[in-house]
């Protein structure tokens, strides 16, 4: 099922495909906010595979399903033949036998990939272990509504080397900016996927105040992420010095943003003070979802519309 046309990585889009759906996302959420009825996704299904908790991502593709006309059924490991073991192939073909485009939260990247090879549809990868590129599609919106285009910007990701922070790296091959990563020791990004990325566009940095220095976005996410709670006390400490506060605002760019995937544990990677604060522009980037989720629908279900 070669033709078909997932999103499982951000690099899966290029910057042709991105510039039009972030176009379309700015019409979609004005039609939305006017209350103007849009829907081309009439009778359409998505389904939507949970294996990891979720509050935005389940909401925004429900809901953004919904406004577009269609319908969202939900499933997760707890109470469908997913968690008994049904092989993730057979999953796949009957589930894209029943619907129009699906999307995953699941653990390893593996699975989805094996879906998708599997699907008779468009599979969306709503997050993994190692990406959440719907994430960084709301990011960029953000960033593009508050301050224009991102290319040749900073972006300074404090913290762990995860799932979020590997999107932003593919993410700043494909639109040409520069992430400065900074992570405790041990909790580097992997050399495979560094080699991967090259060094064109990123850049490691020992202390987080140095790769916050000048940055036109602050960026940090939980210090454990979902499927590593058993490492939890020990990133505790680990992570103790990487903690984005008002200081660390104040070395970046005199008029950085600051953003956080949410959810936020005030006091461990992040100060109150900055997320409650006017650089702040999480509850933005968290409506967001909902607007690019919907463009992405629409572009891989019905191509480019104008
Ligand atoms: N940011 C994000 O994906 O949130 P949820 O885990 O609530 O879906
Ligand atoms: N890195 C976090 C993101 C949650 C939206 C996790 O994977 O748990």
Request: charged residues 25%; contains cysteine.
């Amino acid at each position: 099922m070669a033709d078909i046309k997932h999103f499982l990585q951000f690099n899966d889009l290029n910057l042709d495909e991105l510039n039009h759906i972030f176009a379309r996302t700015k019409i979609i959420k004005a039609q939305f906010k006017a209350y103007q009825q849009y829907w081309p996704l009439q009778d359409r299904t998505l389904v939507m595979i949970f294996e990891k908790a979720s509050t935005r991502t389940r909401l925004s593709f429900e809901a953004g399903m919904h406004q577009l006309g269609g319908s969202a059924i939900y499933l997760n490991t707890r109470d469908s033949q997913l968690g008994r073991g049904e092989p993730v192939e057979d999953a796949a073909q009957v589930i894209s036998r029943m619907s129009d485009i699906v999307m995953i939260r699941t653990f390893e990247q593996d699975i989805i990939e094996r879906f998708a090879a599997n699907s008779r549809v468009p599979v969306i990868n709503g997050l993994t272990n190692e990406y959440h590129p719907c994430q960084i599609l709301a990011d960029i919106f953000t960033f593009i509504e508050q301050k224009g285009s991102i290319k040749g910007k900073t972006v300074a990701w404090i913290g762990d080397s995860n799932n979020v922070c590997n999107t932003w790296l593919q993410a700043a091959e494909v639109l040409d900016f520069n992430v400065h990563v900074s992570t405790p020791p041990g909790y580097e990004v992997e050399v495979e996927r560094a080699n991967l990325y090259g060094d064109d566009h990123f850049e490691t940095f020992a202390d987080p105040m140095e790769a916050a220095r000048g940055a036109d976005l602050v960026t940090t996410d939980v210090w454990t992420s979902m499927g590593f709670e058993a490492e939890n006390e020990e990133r505790m400490r680990d992570f103790a010095d990487w903690q984005v506060d008002s200081d660390m605002m104040k070395i970046a760019a005199k008029d950085a943003l600051f953003m956080h995937c949410l959810p936020a544990h005030r006091g461990e990677e992040v100060a109150a003070e900055v997320i409650d604060g006017p650089q702040s522009v999480v509850w933005e980037e968290a409506e967001n979802r909902l607007h690019v989720q919907k463009a992405l629908m629409e572009f891989l279900l019905l191509g480019k519309v104008n």
